[in-house]
């Protein structure tokens, strides 16, 4: 097995731009951190090329590792701490091809669906992925503006939950249009209490929900495109709930 | 106004010490950062006898600072660094009296209330005390092994939902002898569908709801005390939901 000691390696300079969006466009890969999210990922089909491993996180998984038919790398703990995320990286890493985007026609926008509306905290956006694998959602959409679903921060707030569901990047708009053309709801969420409360909405298999940017809410553009905007009625002083506890409680509610 | 430049001045490293446990206890005050913060503590009548505040801040709410009782020291930046938790503070600080815990008797434990049993990521723990603000709980224990509600990330998330709700630190076991003898129900959460589906619980006005640690969720010795343990059915392929998540979804369906 190859050993790459240095963080000064061509190789690591390379890995370590994917965890930037200019990185990952130029070699249409991106890098993926722990080995529950690697092994998600092999199991979920996806091209893992190649899987950087301290000497104890091979010894660890050896079993799985020797039957990994890409590159099998080990690296240093400095080479670990270089390309992970956190202060302590678990030592573990996957190189993987970025997804094409699957060609989704107008007449697959159906099921329950989340659009995320220019949300910038990865935590938010993994909690929320991760909550609407949990509400058994058909899929997430991460509109422009919104962090990239290869943000190191919100893969990892995703655990692994983007491989359960169906995840597409694009404009929210050309979205809503090809829900609508399917007769398929699409809720506005706002801190207005002249929208309609969550609660009187009857619960389904069908309908999009869209949460927006953590200060600002939605863009006024995509409130007027849905077919009904709703809130959350507040009941104490709180001046408004976290935008992932928000969607939480609107997607259990919500959805069938 | 005094002025403060060093950081080695030793009132400033008696307020840092204020961020830890052992300084608060020592002093028996705590350090609140932000002007909301400040502001809704004078509001809620909370004892702050200093206002540390830079210069730009001091401009911004000059009219309300000039009315301020308590003592006002200028800081300079450096200082603010020192005493703030965040990489950019905002410059403004308040030193508070911890509060005297309001002597609850047996028969003040009505309503609907929040329990945290070991809970440890001050996120999580803030943002579920703010949520319990926006669904109209009457309060939230913290139970022994929860991060203290004057760690100043704990303050930062809860946003001041602090002063809108009745706040108890203690030993849950206690609190729970409390309910049960006012026939509170006392609803422990886990993640074992043979427990009661959320969805099978009235909304009422009266109950208690415990949440777990985020690793380990909540001692079995507290699951044994509980009226009912609930948990929320999981549709997807999710392991779990983040405990916050879990929270909001529970109390808002929980609270009539």
Same mark, same amino acid.
Not at 53 to 74: P, R, S, V
């Given at each position: 097995?190859?050993? #790459?000691? %240095?963080?000064?390696?061509?190789?690591?300079?390379?890995?370590?731009?994917? &965890?930037?969006?200019k990185g990952r466009?130029?070699?249409?890969?991106?890098?993926?951190? %722990?080995?529950?999210?690697?092994?998600?990922?092999?199991?979920?089909?996806?091209?893992?090329?190649?899987? !950087?491993?301290?000497? &104890?996180?091979?010894?660890?998984?050896?079993?799985?590792?020797?039957?990994?038919? $890409?590159?099998?790398?080990?690296?240093?703990?400095?080479?670990?701490?270089?390309?992970?995320?956190?202060?302590?990286?678990?030592? #573990?890493?996957? @190189?993987?091809?970025?997804?094409?985007?699957? %060609?989704?026609?107008?007449?697959?926008m159906n099921g329950?669906?989340?659009?995320?509306?220019? #949300?910038?905290?990865?935590?938010?956006?993994?909690?929320?992925?991760?909550?609407?694998?949990?509400?058994?959602?058909?899929? @997430?959409?991460?509109?422009? $503006?919104?962090? %990239?679903?290869?943000?190191? &921060?919100? !893969?990892?707030?995703?655990?692994?939950?983007?491989?359960?569901?169906?995840?597409?990047?694009?404009?929210?708009?050309?979205?809503?249009?090809?829900?609508?053309?399917?007769?398929?709801?699409?809720?506005?969420?706002?801190? =207005?209490?002249?929208?309609?409360?969550?609660?009187?909405?009857?619960?389904?298999?069908?309908?999009? *929900?869209?949460?927006? =940017?953590?200060?600002?809410?939605?863009?006024a553009k995509i409130?007027?495109?849905?077919? &009904? =905007?709703?809130?959350?009625?507040?009941?104490?002083?709180?001046?408004? *709930?976290?935008?992932?506890?928000?969607? $939480?409680? !609107?997607?259990? =509610?919500?959805?069938?």
């Amino acid at each position: 097995m190859e050993k #790459i000691i %240095s963080s000064k390696n061509e190789r690591v300079k390379q890995w370590s731009k994917l &965890k930037n969006k200019k990185g990952r466009n130029k070699y249409n890969q991106y890098i993926l951190e %722990s080995w529950h999210l690697v092994s998600e990922a092999i199991n979920a089909q996806q091209h893992v090329n190649i899987i !950087l491993t301290t000497e &104890k996180q091979f010894e660890f998984h050896k079993e799985a590792l020797d039957n990994f038919a $890409g590159e099998l790398i080990e690296i240093s703990d400095e080479v670990a701490k270089t390309l992970g995320s956190t202060s302590t990286p678990q030592g #573990i890493f996957g @190189v993987v091809d970025l997804p094409k985007q699957d %060609s989704f026609k107008a007449e697959d926008m159906n099921g329950a669906w989340l659009l995320l509306d220019q #949300i910038q905290d990865p935590g938010n956006i993994g909690t929320m992925v991760r909550t609407a694998d949990a509400a058994g959602m058909t899929g @997430v959409i991460f509109g422009d $503006g919104t962090s %990239s679903q290869y943000n190191p &921060k919100v !893969l990892r707030a995703m655990q692994g939950s983007q491989f359960h569901l169906k995840i597409i990047e694009g404009d929210l708009l050309n979205w809503i249009e090809k829900f609508e053309s399917n007769d398929v709801p699409v809720y506005g969420t706002e801190l =207005n209490p002249q929208a309609v409360s969550y609660t009187d909405i009857a619960a389904s298999d069908s309908f999009a *929900l869209v949460m927006g =940017n953590e200060g600002n809410g939605m863009q006024a553009k995509i409130l007027d495109r849905t077919t &009904k =905007n709703l809130y959350i009625p507040i009941k104490g002083q709180a001046e408004s *709930l976290n935008v992932a506890i928000a969607a $939480g409680i !609107l997607m259990f =509610n919500l959805k069938k």
